[in-house]
């Protein structure tokens, strides 16, 4: 079977599966449900169909074949409600990770759009540790079982598929705009992180929104490339309007996550969390990551995939 055609299998398998979950999740607590939904998209459906983008003729076929096991025996984790079934995917994860970061260079340290396309090798493996400390009942530093979970959606998406069209764009667009999207993107995200876990403390609490400032730029600059490469006449018509739901969703996603992260200045314009993860969560997953996803594979020739220093 032709490499593309594996891919094209494997992703569309994923999304069955994925679309089976809807009722045999339905027995999940009302409050987790739609960010268990939201975060086994991305392990089952984002990633395989973003596989084509990293390298058209993967040097391991076996590879893709343990990912997809790992995703969807990490379904279970959530008929058992134990750890053991999520642990696959950390491990699976954890080695891409290890992988992106042991093959980096020099060149890859100096090049933010490089550099972006190695950490959404590495973000989805924090996303995965996440995971399995929620599974296993773990509250690190005191958080909240539903943050837990949160951390790992988050992870499994803004930590994936915002990194990785930021350093497409970089790479096909070099500019100054698209390099600051991916330096701010890769400041943003662990910021953000730093900065919940100092609101949790009562500590530094200006830490929070600073960060959630910091990523929204980034974000947006991702959003108007998404957007402009959607007004490019040469893609196909299909691929162009991809491109457009893709940024134009983004934007408003991170319209919200900046009222959201400036709600203790400005209470006013913040939603609330469920109304965060339900708008915010969805935009993200389907608007920008699959579209953006979509949009890209038709943009780039199967013979003409994206390479990472790291691949």
Known sequence: MKT???????????????????????????????????????????????????????RQEWRPKVESGSALFMTCTFFTNSATEAIPWLLVRSAAAFEAIQNCSRKTLRDPAELTLVSARVFPAIGAAWLVAHRANWTPWGFDPLIVLLTAAHFHHAGFTLPLMAGM?????????????????????????????????????????????????????????????????QHPFLTRICFLISGASLF????????????????????????????????????????????????????????????
């Open 169 to 233: 764009n970089a790479k096909e667009k070099p500019g100054c705009w698209t390099r600051f999207s991916c330096v701010a993107i890769l400041i943003g995200v662990p910021l953000v992180a730093v900065g919940i876990t100092c609101t949790h403390f009562g500590v530094l609490k200006f830490v929070e929104p600073f960060g959630v400032a910091i990523l929204v730029l980034g974000a947006l600059g991702v959003a108007v490339s998404q957007m402009r490469r959607g007004l490019e006449r």
């Open 252 to 311: 408003a996603a991170m319209v919200l996550a900046l009222g959201f992260g400036l709600r203790y200045v400005i209470p006013n314009f913040a939603l609330t969390m469920p109304q965060m993860w339900a708008i915010h969560g969805t935009l993200n997953a389907f608007g920008f990551g699959l579209c953006g996803i979509l949009a890209w594979r038709g943009a780039l020739r199967p013979h003409q995939p994206i390479k990472p220093c790291c691949a």
């Open 4 to 58: 593309a055609d594996r891919f094209k299998y494997e992703w569309l398998a994923g999304m069955l599966v994925w679309a089976g979950q809807f009722w045999m999740l339905k027995s999940l607590p009302p409050g987790i449900y739609w960010i268990v939904i939201l975060l086994l998209f991305s392990a089952m459906v984002l990633m395989p169909l973003s596989r084509r983008l990293w390298d058209s003729e993967s």
